[in-house]
């Protein structure tokens, strides 16, 4: 069974600051991909970045990158220069890869950007 | 634009009704799947499928079950309708390339809101 888990249930970062969310997983697959989703309070759920497990570098997407720590089973996301528009609800996904492929989520960090 | 759309934003249904939530996706995606967000709790895999005919058991499948006849469509249905089924319900369908791979398609569709009173 795969598990995901975000420590971070809030966190308040001042605007233009880096801020890193963390994610840890738990899996028995060996090829998987990690997913990180951006949910504003508008309520819909808006794709930022992917990582397979077999990628050797770290993902990005403009100011987005997963810092992919395959031993230590962790995805964390960074933002780098954090704006007010990142203040929404962030979590992290996991899909193993071949057969029945379950998309599990972690429970969710919700970012607030301090002007 | 279409990409995932599901039948109600909006719902509200009485205690013992049978409930009907539609999710449509125009993108010939194999896998859909069905979670419900409650505070707290994030999101919580309910049903999914894998193909046409077939589903999987998620995380909390109890009080619901799903129909996928057609590989487009995935619809959950809640037999009774009971008050600690009122939640945000979402649908997702999604694309994966062969693996090990970095190729996928994903795609939520807007969430419908069910009220059980």
């Known amino acids: 069974a795969q598990k995901i888990t975000q420590t971070q249930p809030g966190m308040f970062v001042q605007e233009k600051e880096a801020v890193t969310l963390d994610c840890t997983y738990d899996?028995?697959?060996?090829?998987?991909?990690l997913f990180w989703y951006k949910q504003p309070s508008s309520g819909e759920m808006i794709f930022l970045i992917y990582?397979?497990?077999?990628?050797?570098q770290n993902a990005t997407e403009g100011r987005y990158s997963l810092n992919f720590q395959k031993a230590r089973k962790s995805a964390n996301l960074v933002i780098s220069a954090s704006q007010l528009g990142d203040s929404a609800m962030y979590f992290c996904?996991?899909?193993?890869?071949?057969?029945?492929?379950?998309?599990?989520f972690g429970t969710g960090t919700r970012l607030t950007i301090i002007p | 634009d279409v990409k995932v759309t599901q039948s109600s934003r909006y719902l509200v249904k009485r205690t013992g009704e049978k409930v009907f939530l539609e999710c449509v996706q125009d993108?010939?995606?194999?896998?859909m799947f069905w979670y419900r967000q409650d505070p707290g709790l994030g999101l919580r895999l309910i049903y999914f499928?894998?193909?046409?005919?077939?589903?999987e058991k998620g995380d909390i499948p109890e009080g619901y079950s799903v129909s996928r006849e057609k590989k487009e469509r995935f619809s959950l249905i809640l037999e009774s309708a009971s008050t600690n089924q009122t939640s945000m319900y979402l649908c997702?369908?999604?694309?994966?390339?062969?693996?090990?791979?970095?190729?996928?398609?994903?795609?939520f569709g807007p969430g419908t809101r069910l009220t059980v009173t």
């Open positions: 996904a996991m899909i193993p890869h071949g057969g029945n492929e379950k998309l599990t």
């Open positions: 993108m010939d995606h194999e896998n």
């Open positions: 997702a369908s999604l694309s994966l390339g062969l693996a090990p791979q970095s190729s996928y398609e994903q795609y």
């Open positions: 499928s894998y193909d046409v005919k077939m589903k």
């Open positions: 990582q397979g497990s077999y990628d050797e």
């Open positions: 899996t028995s697959d060996q090829s998987y991909g």
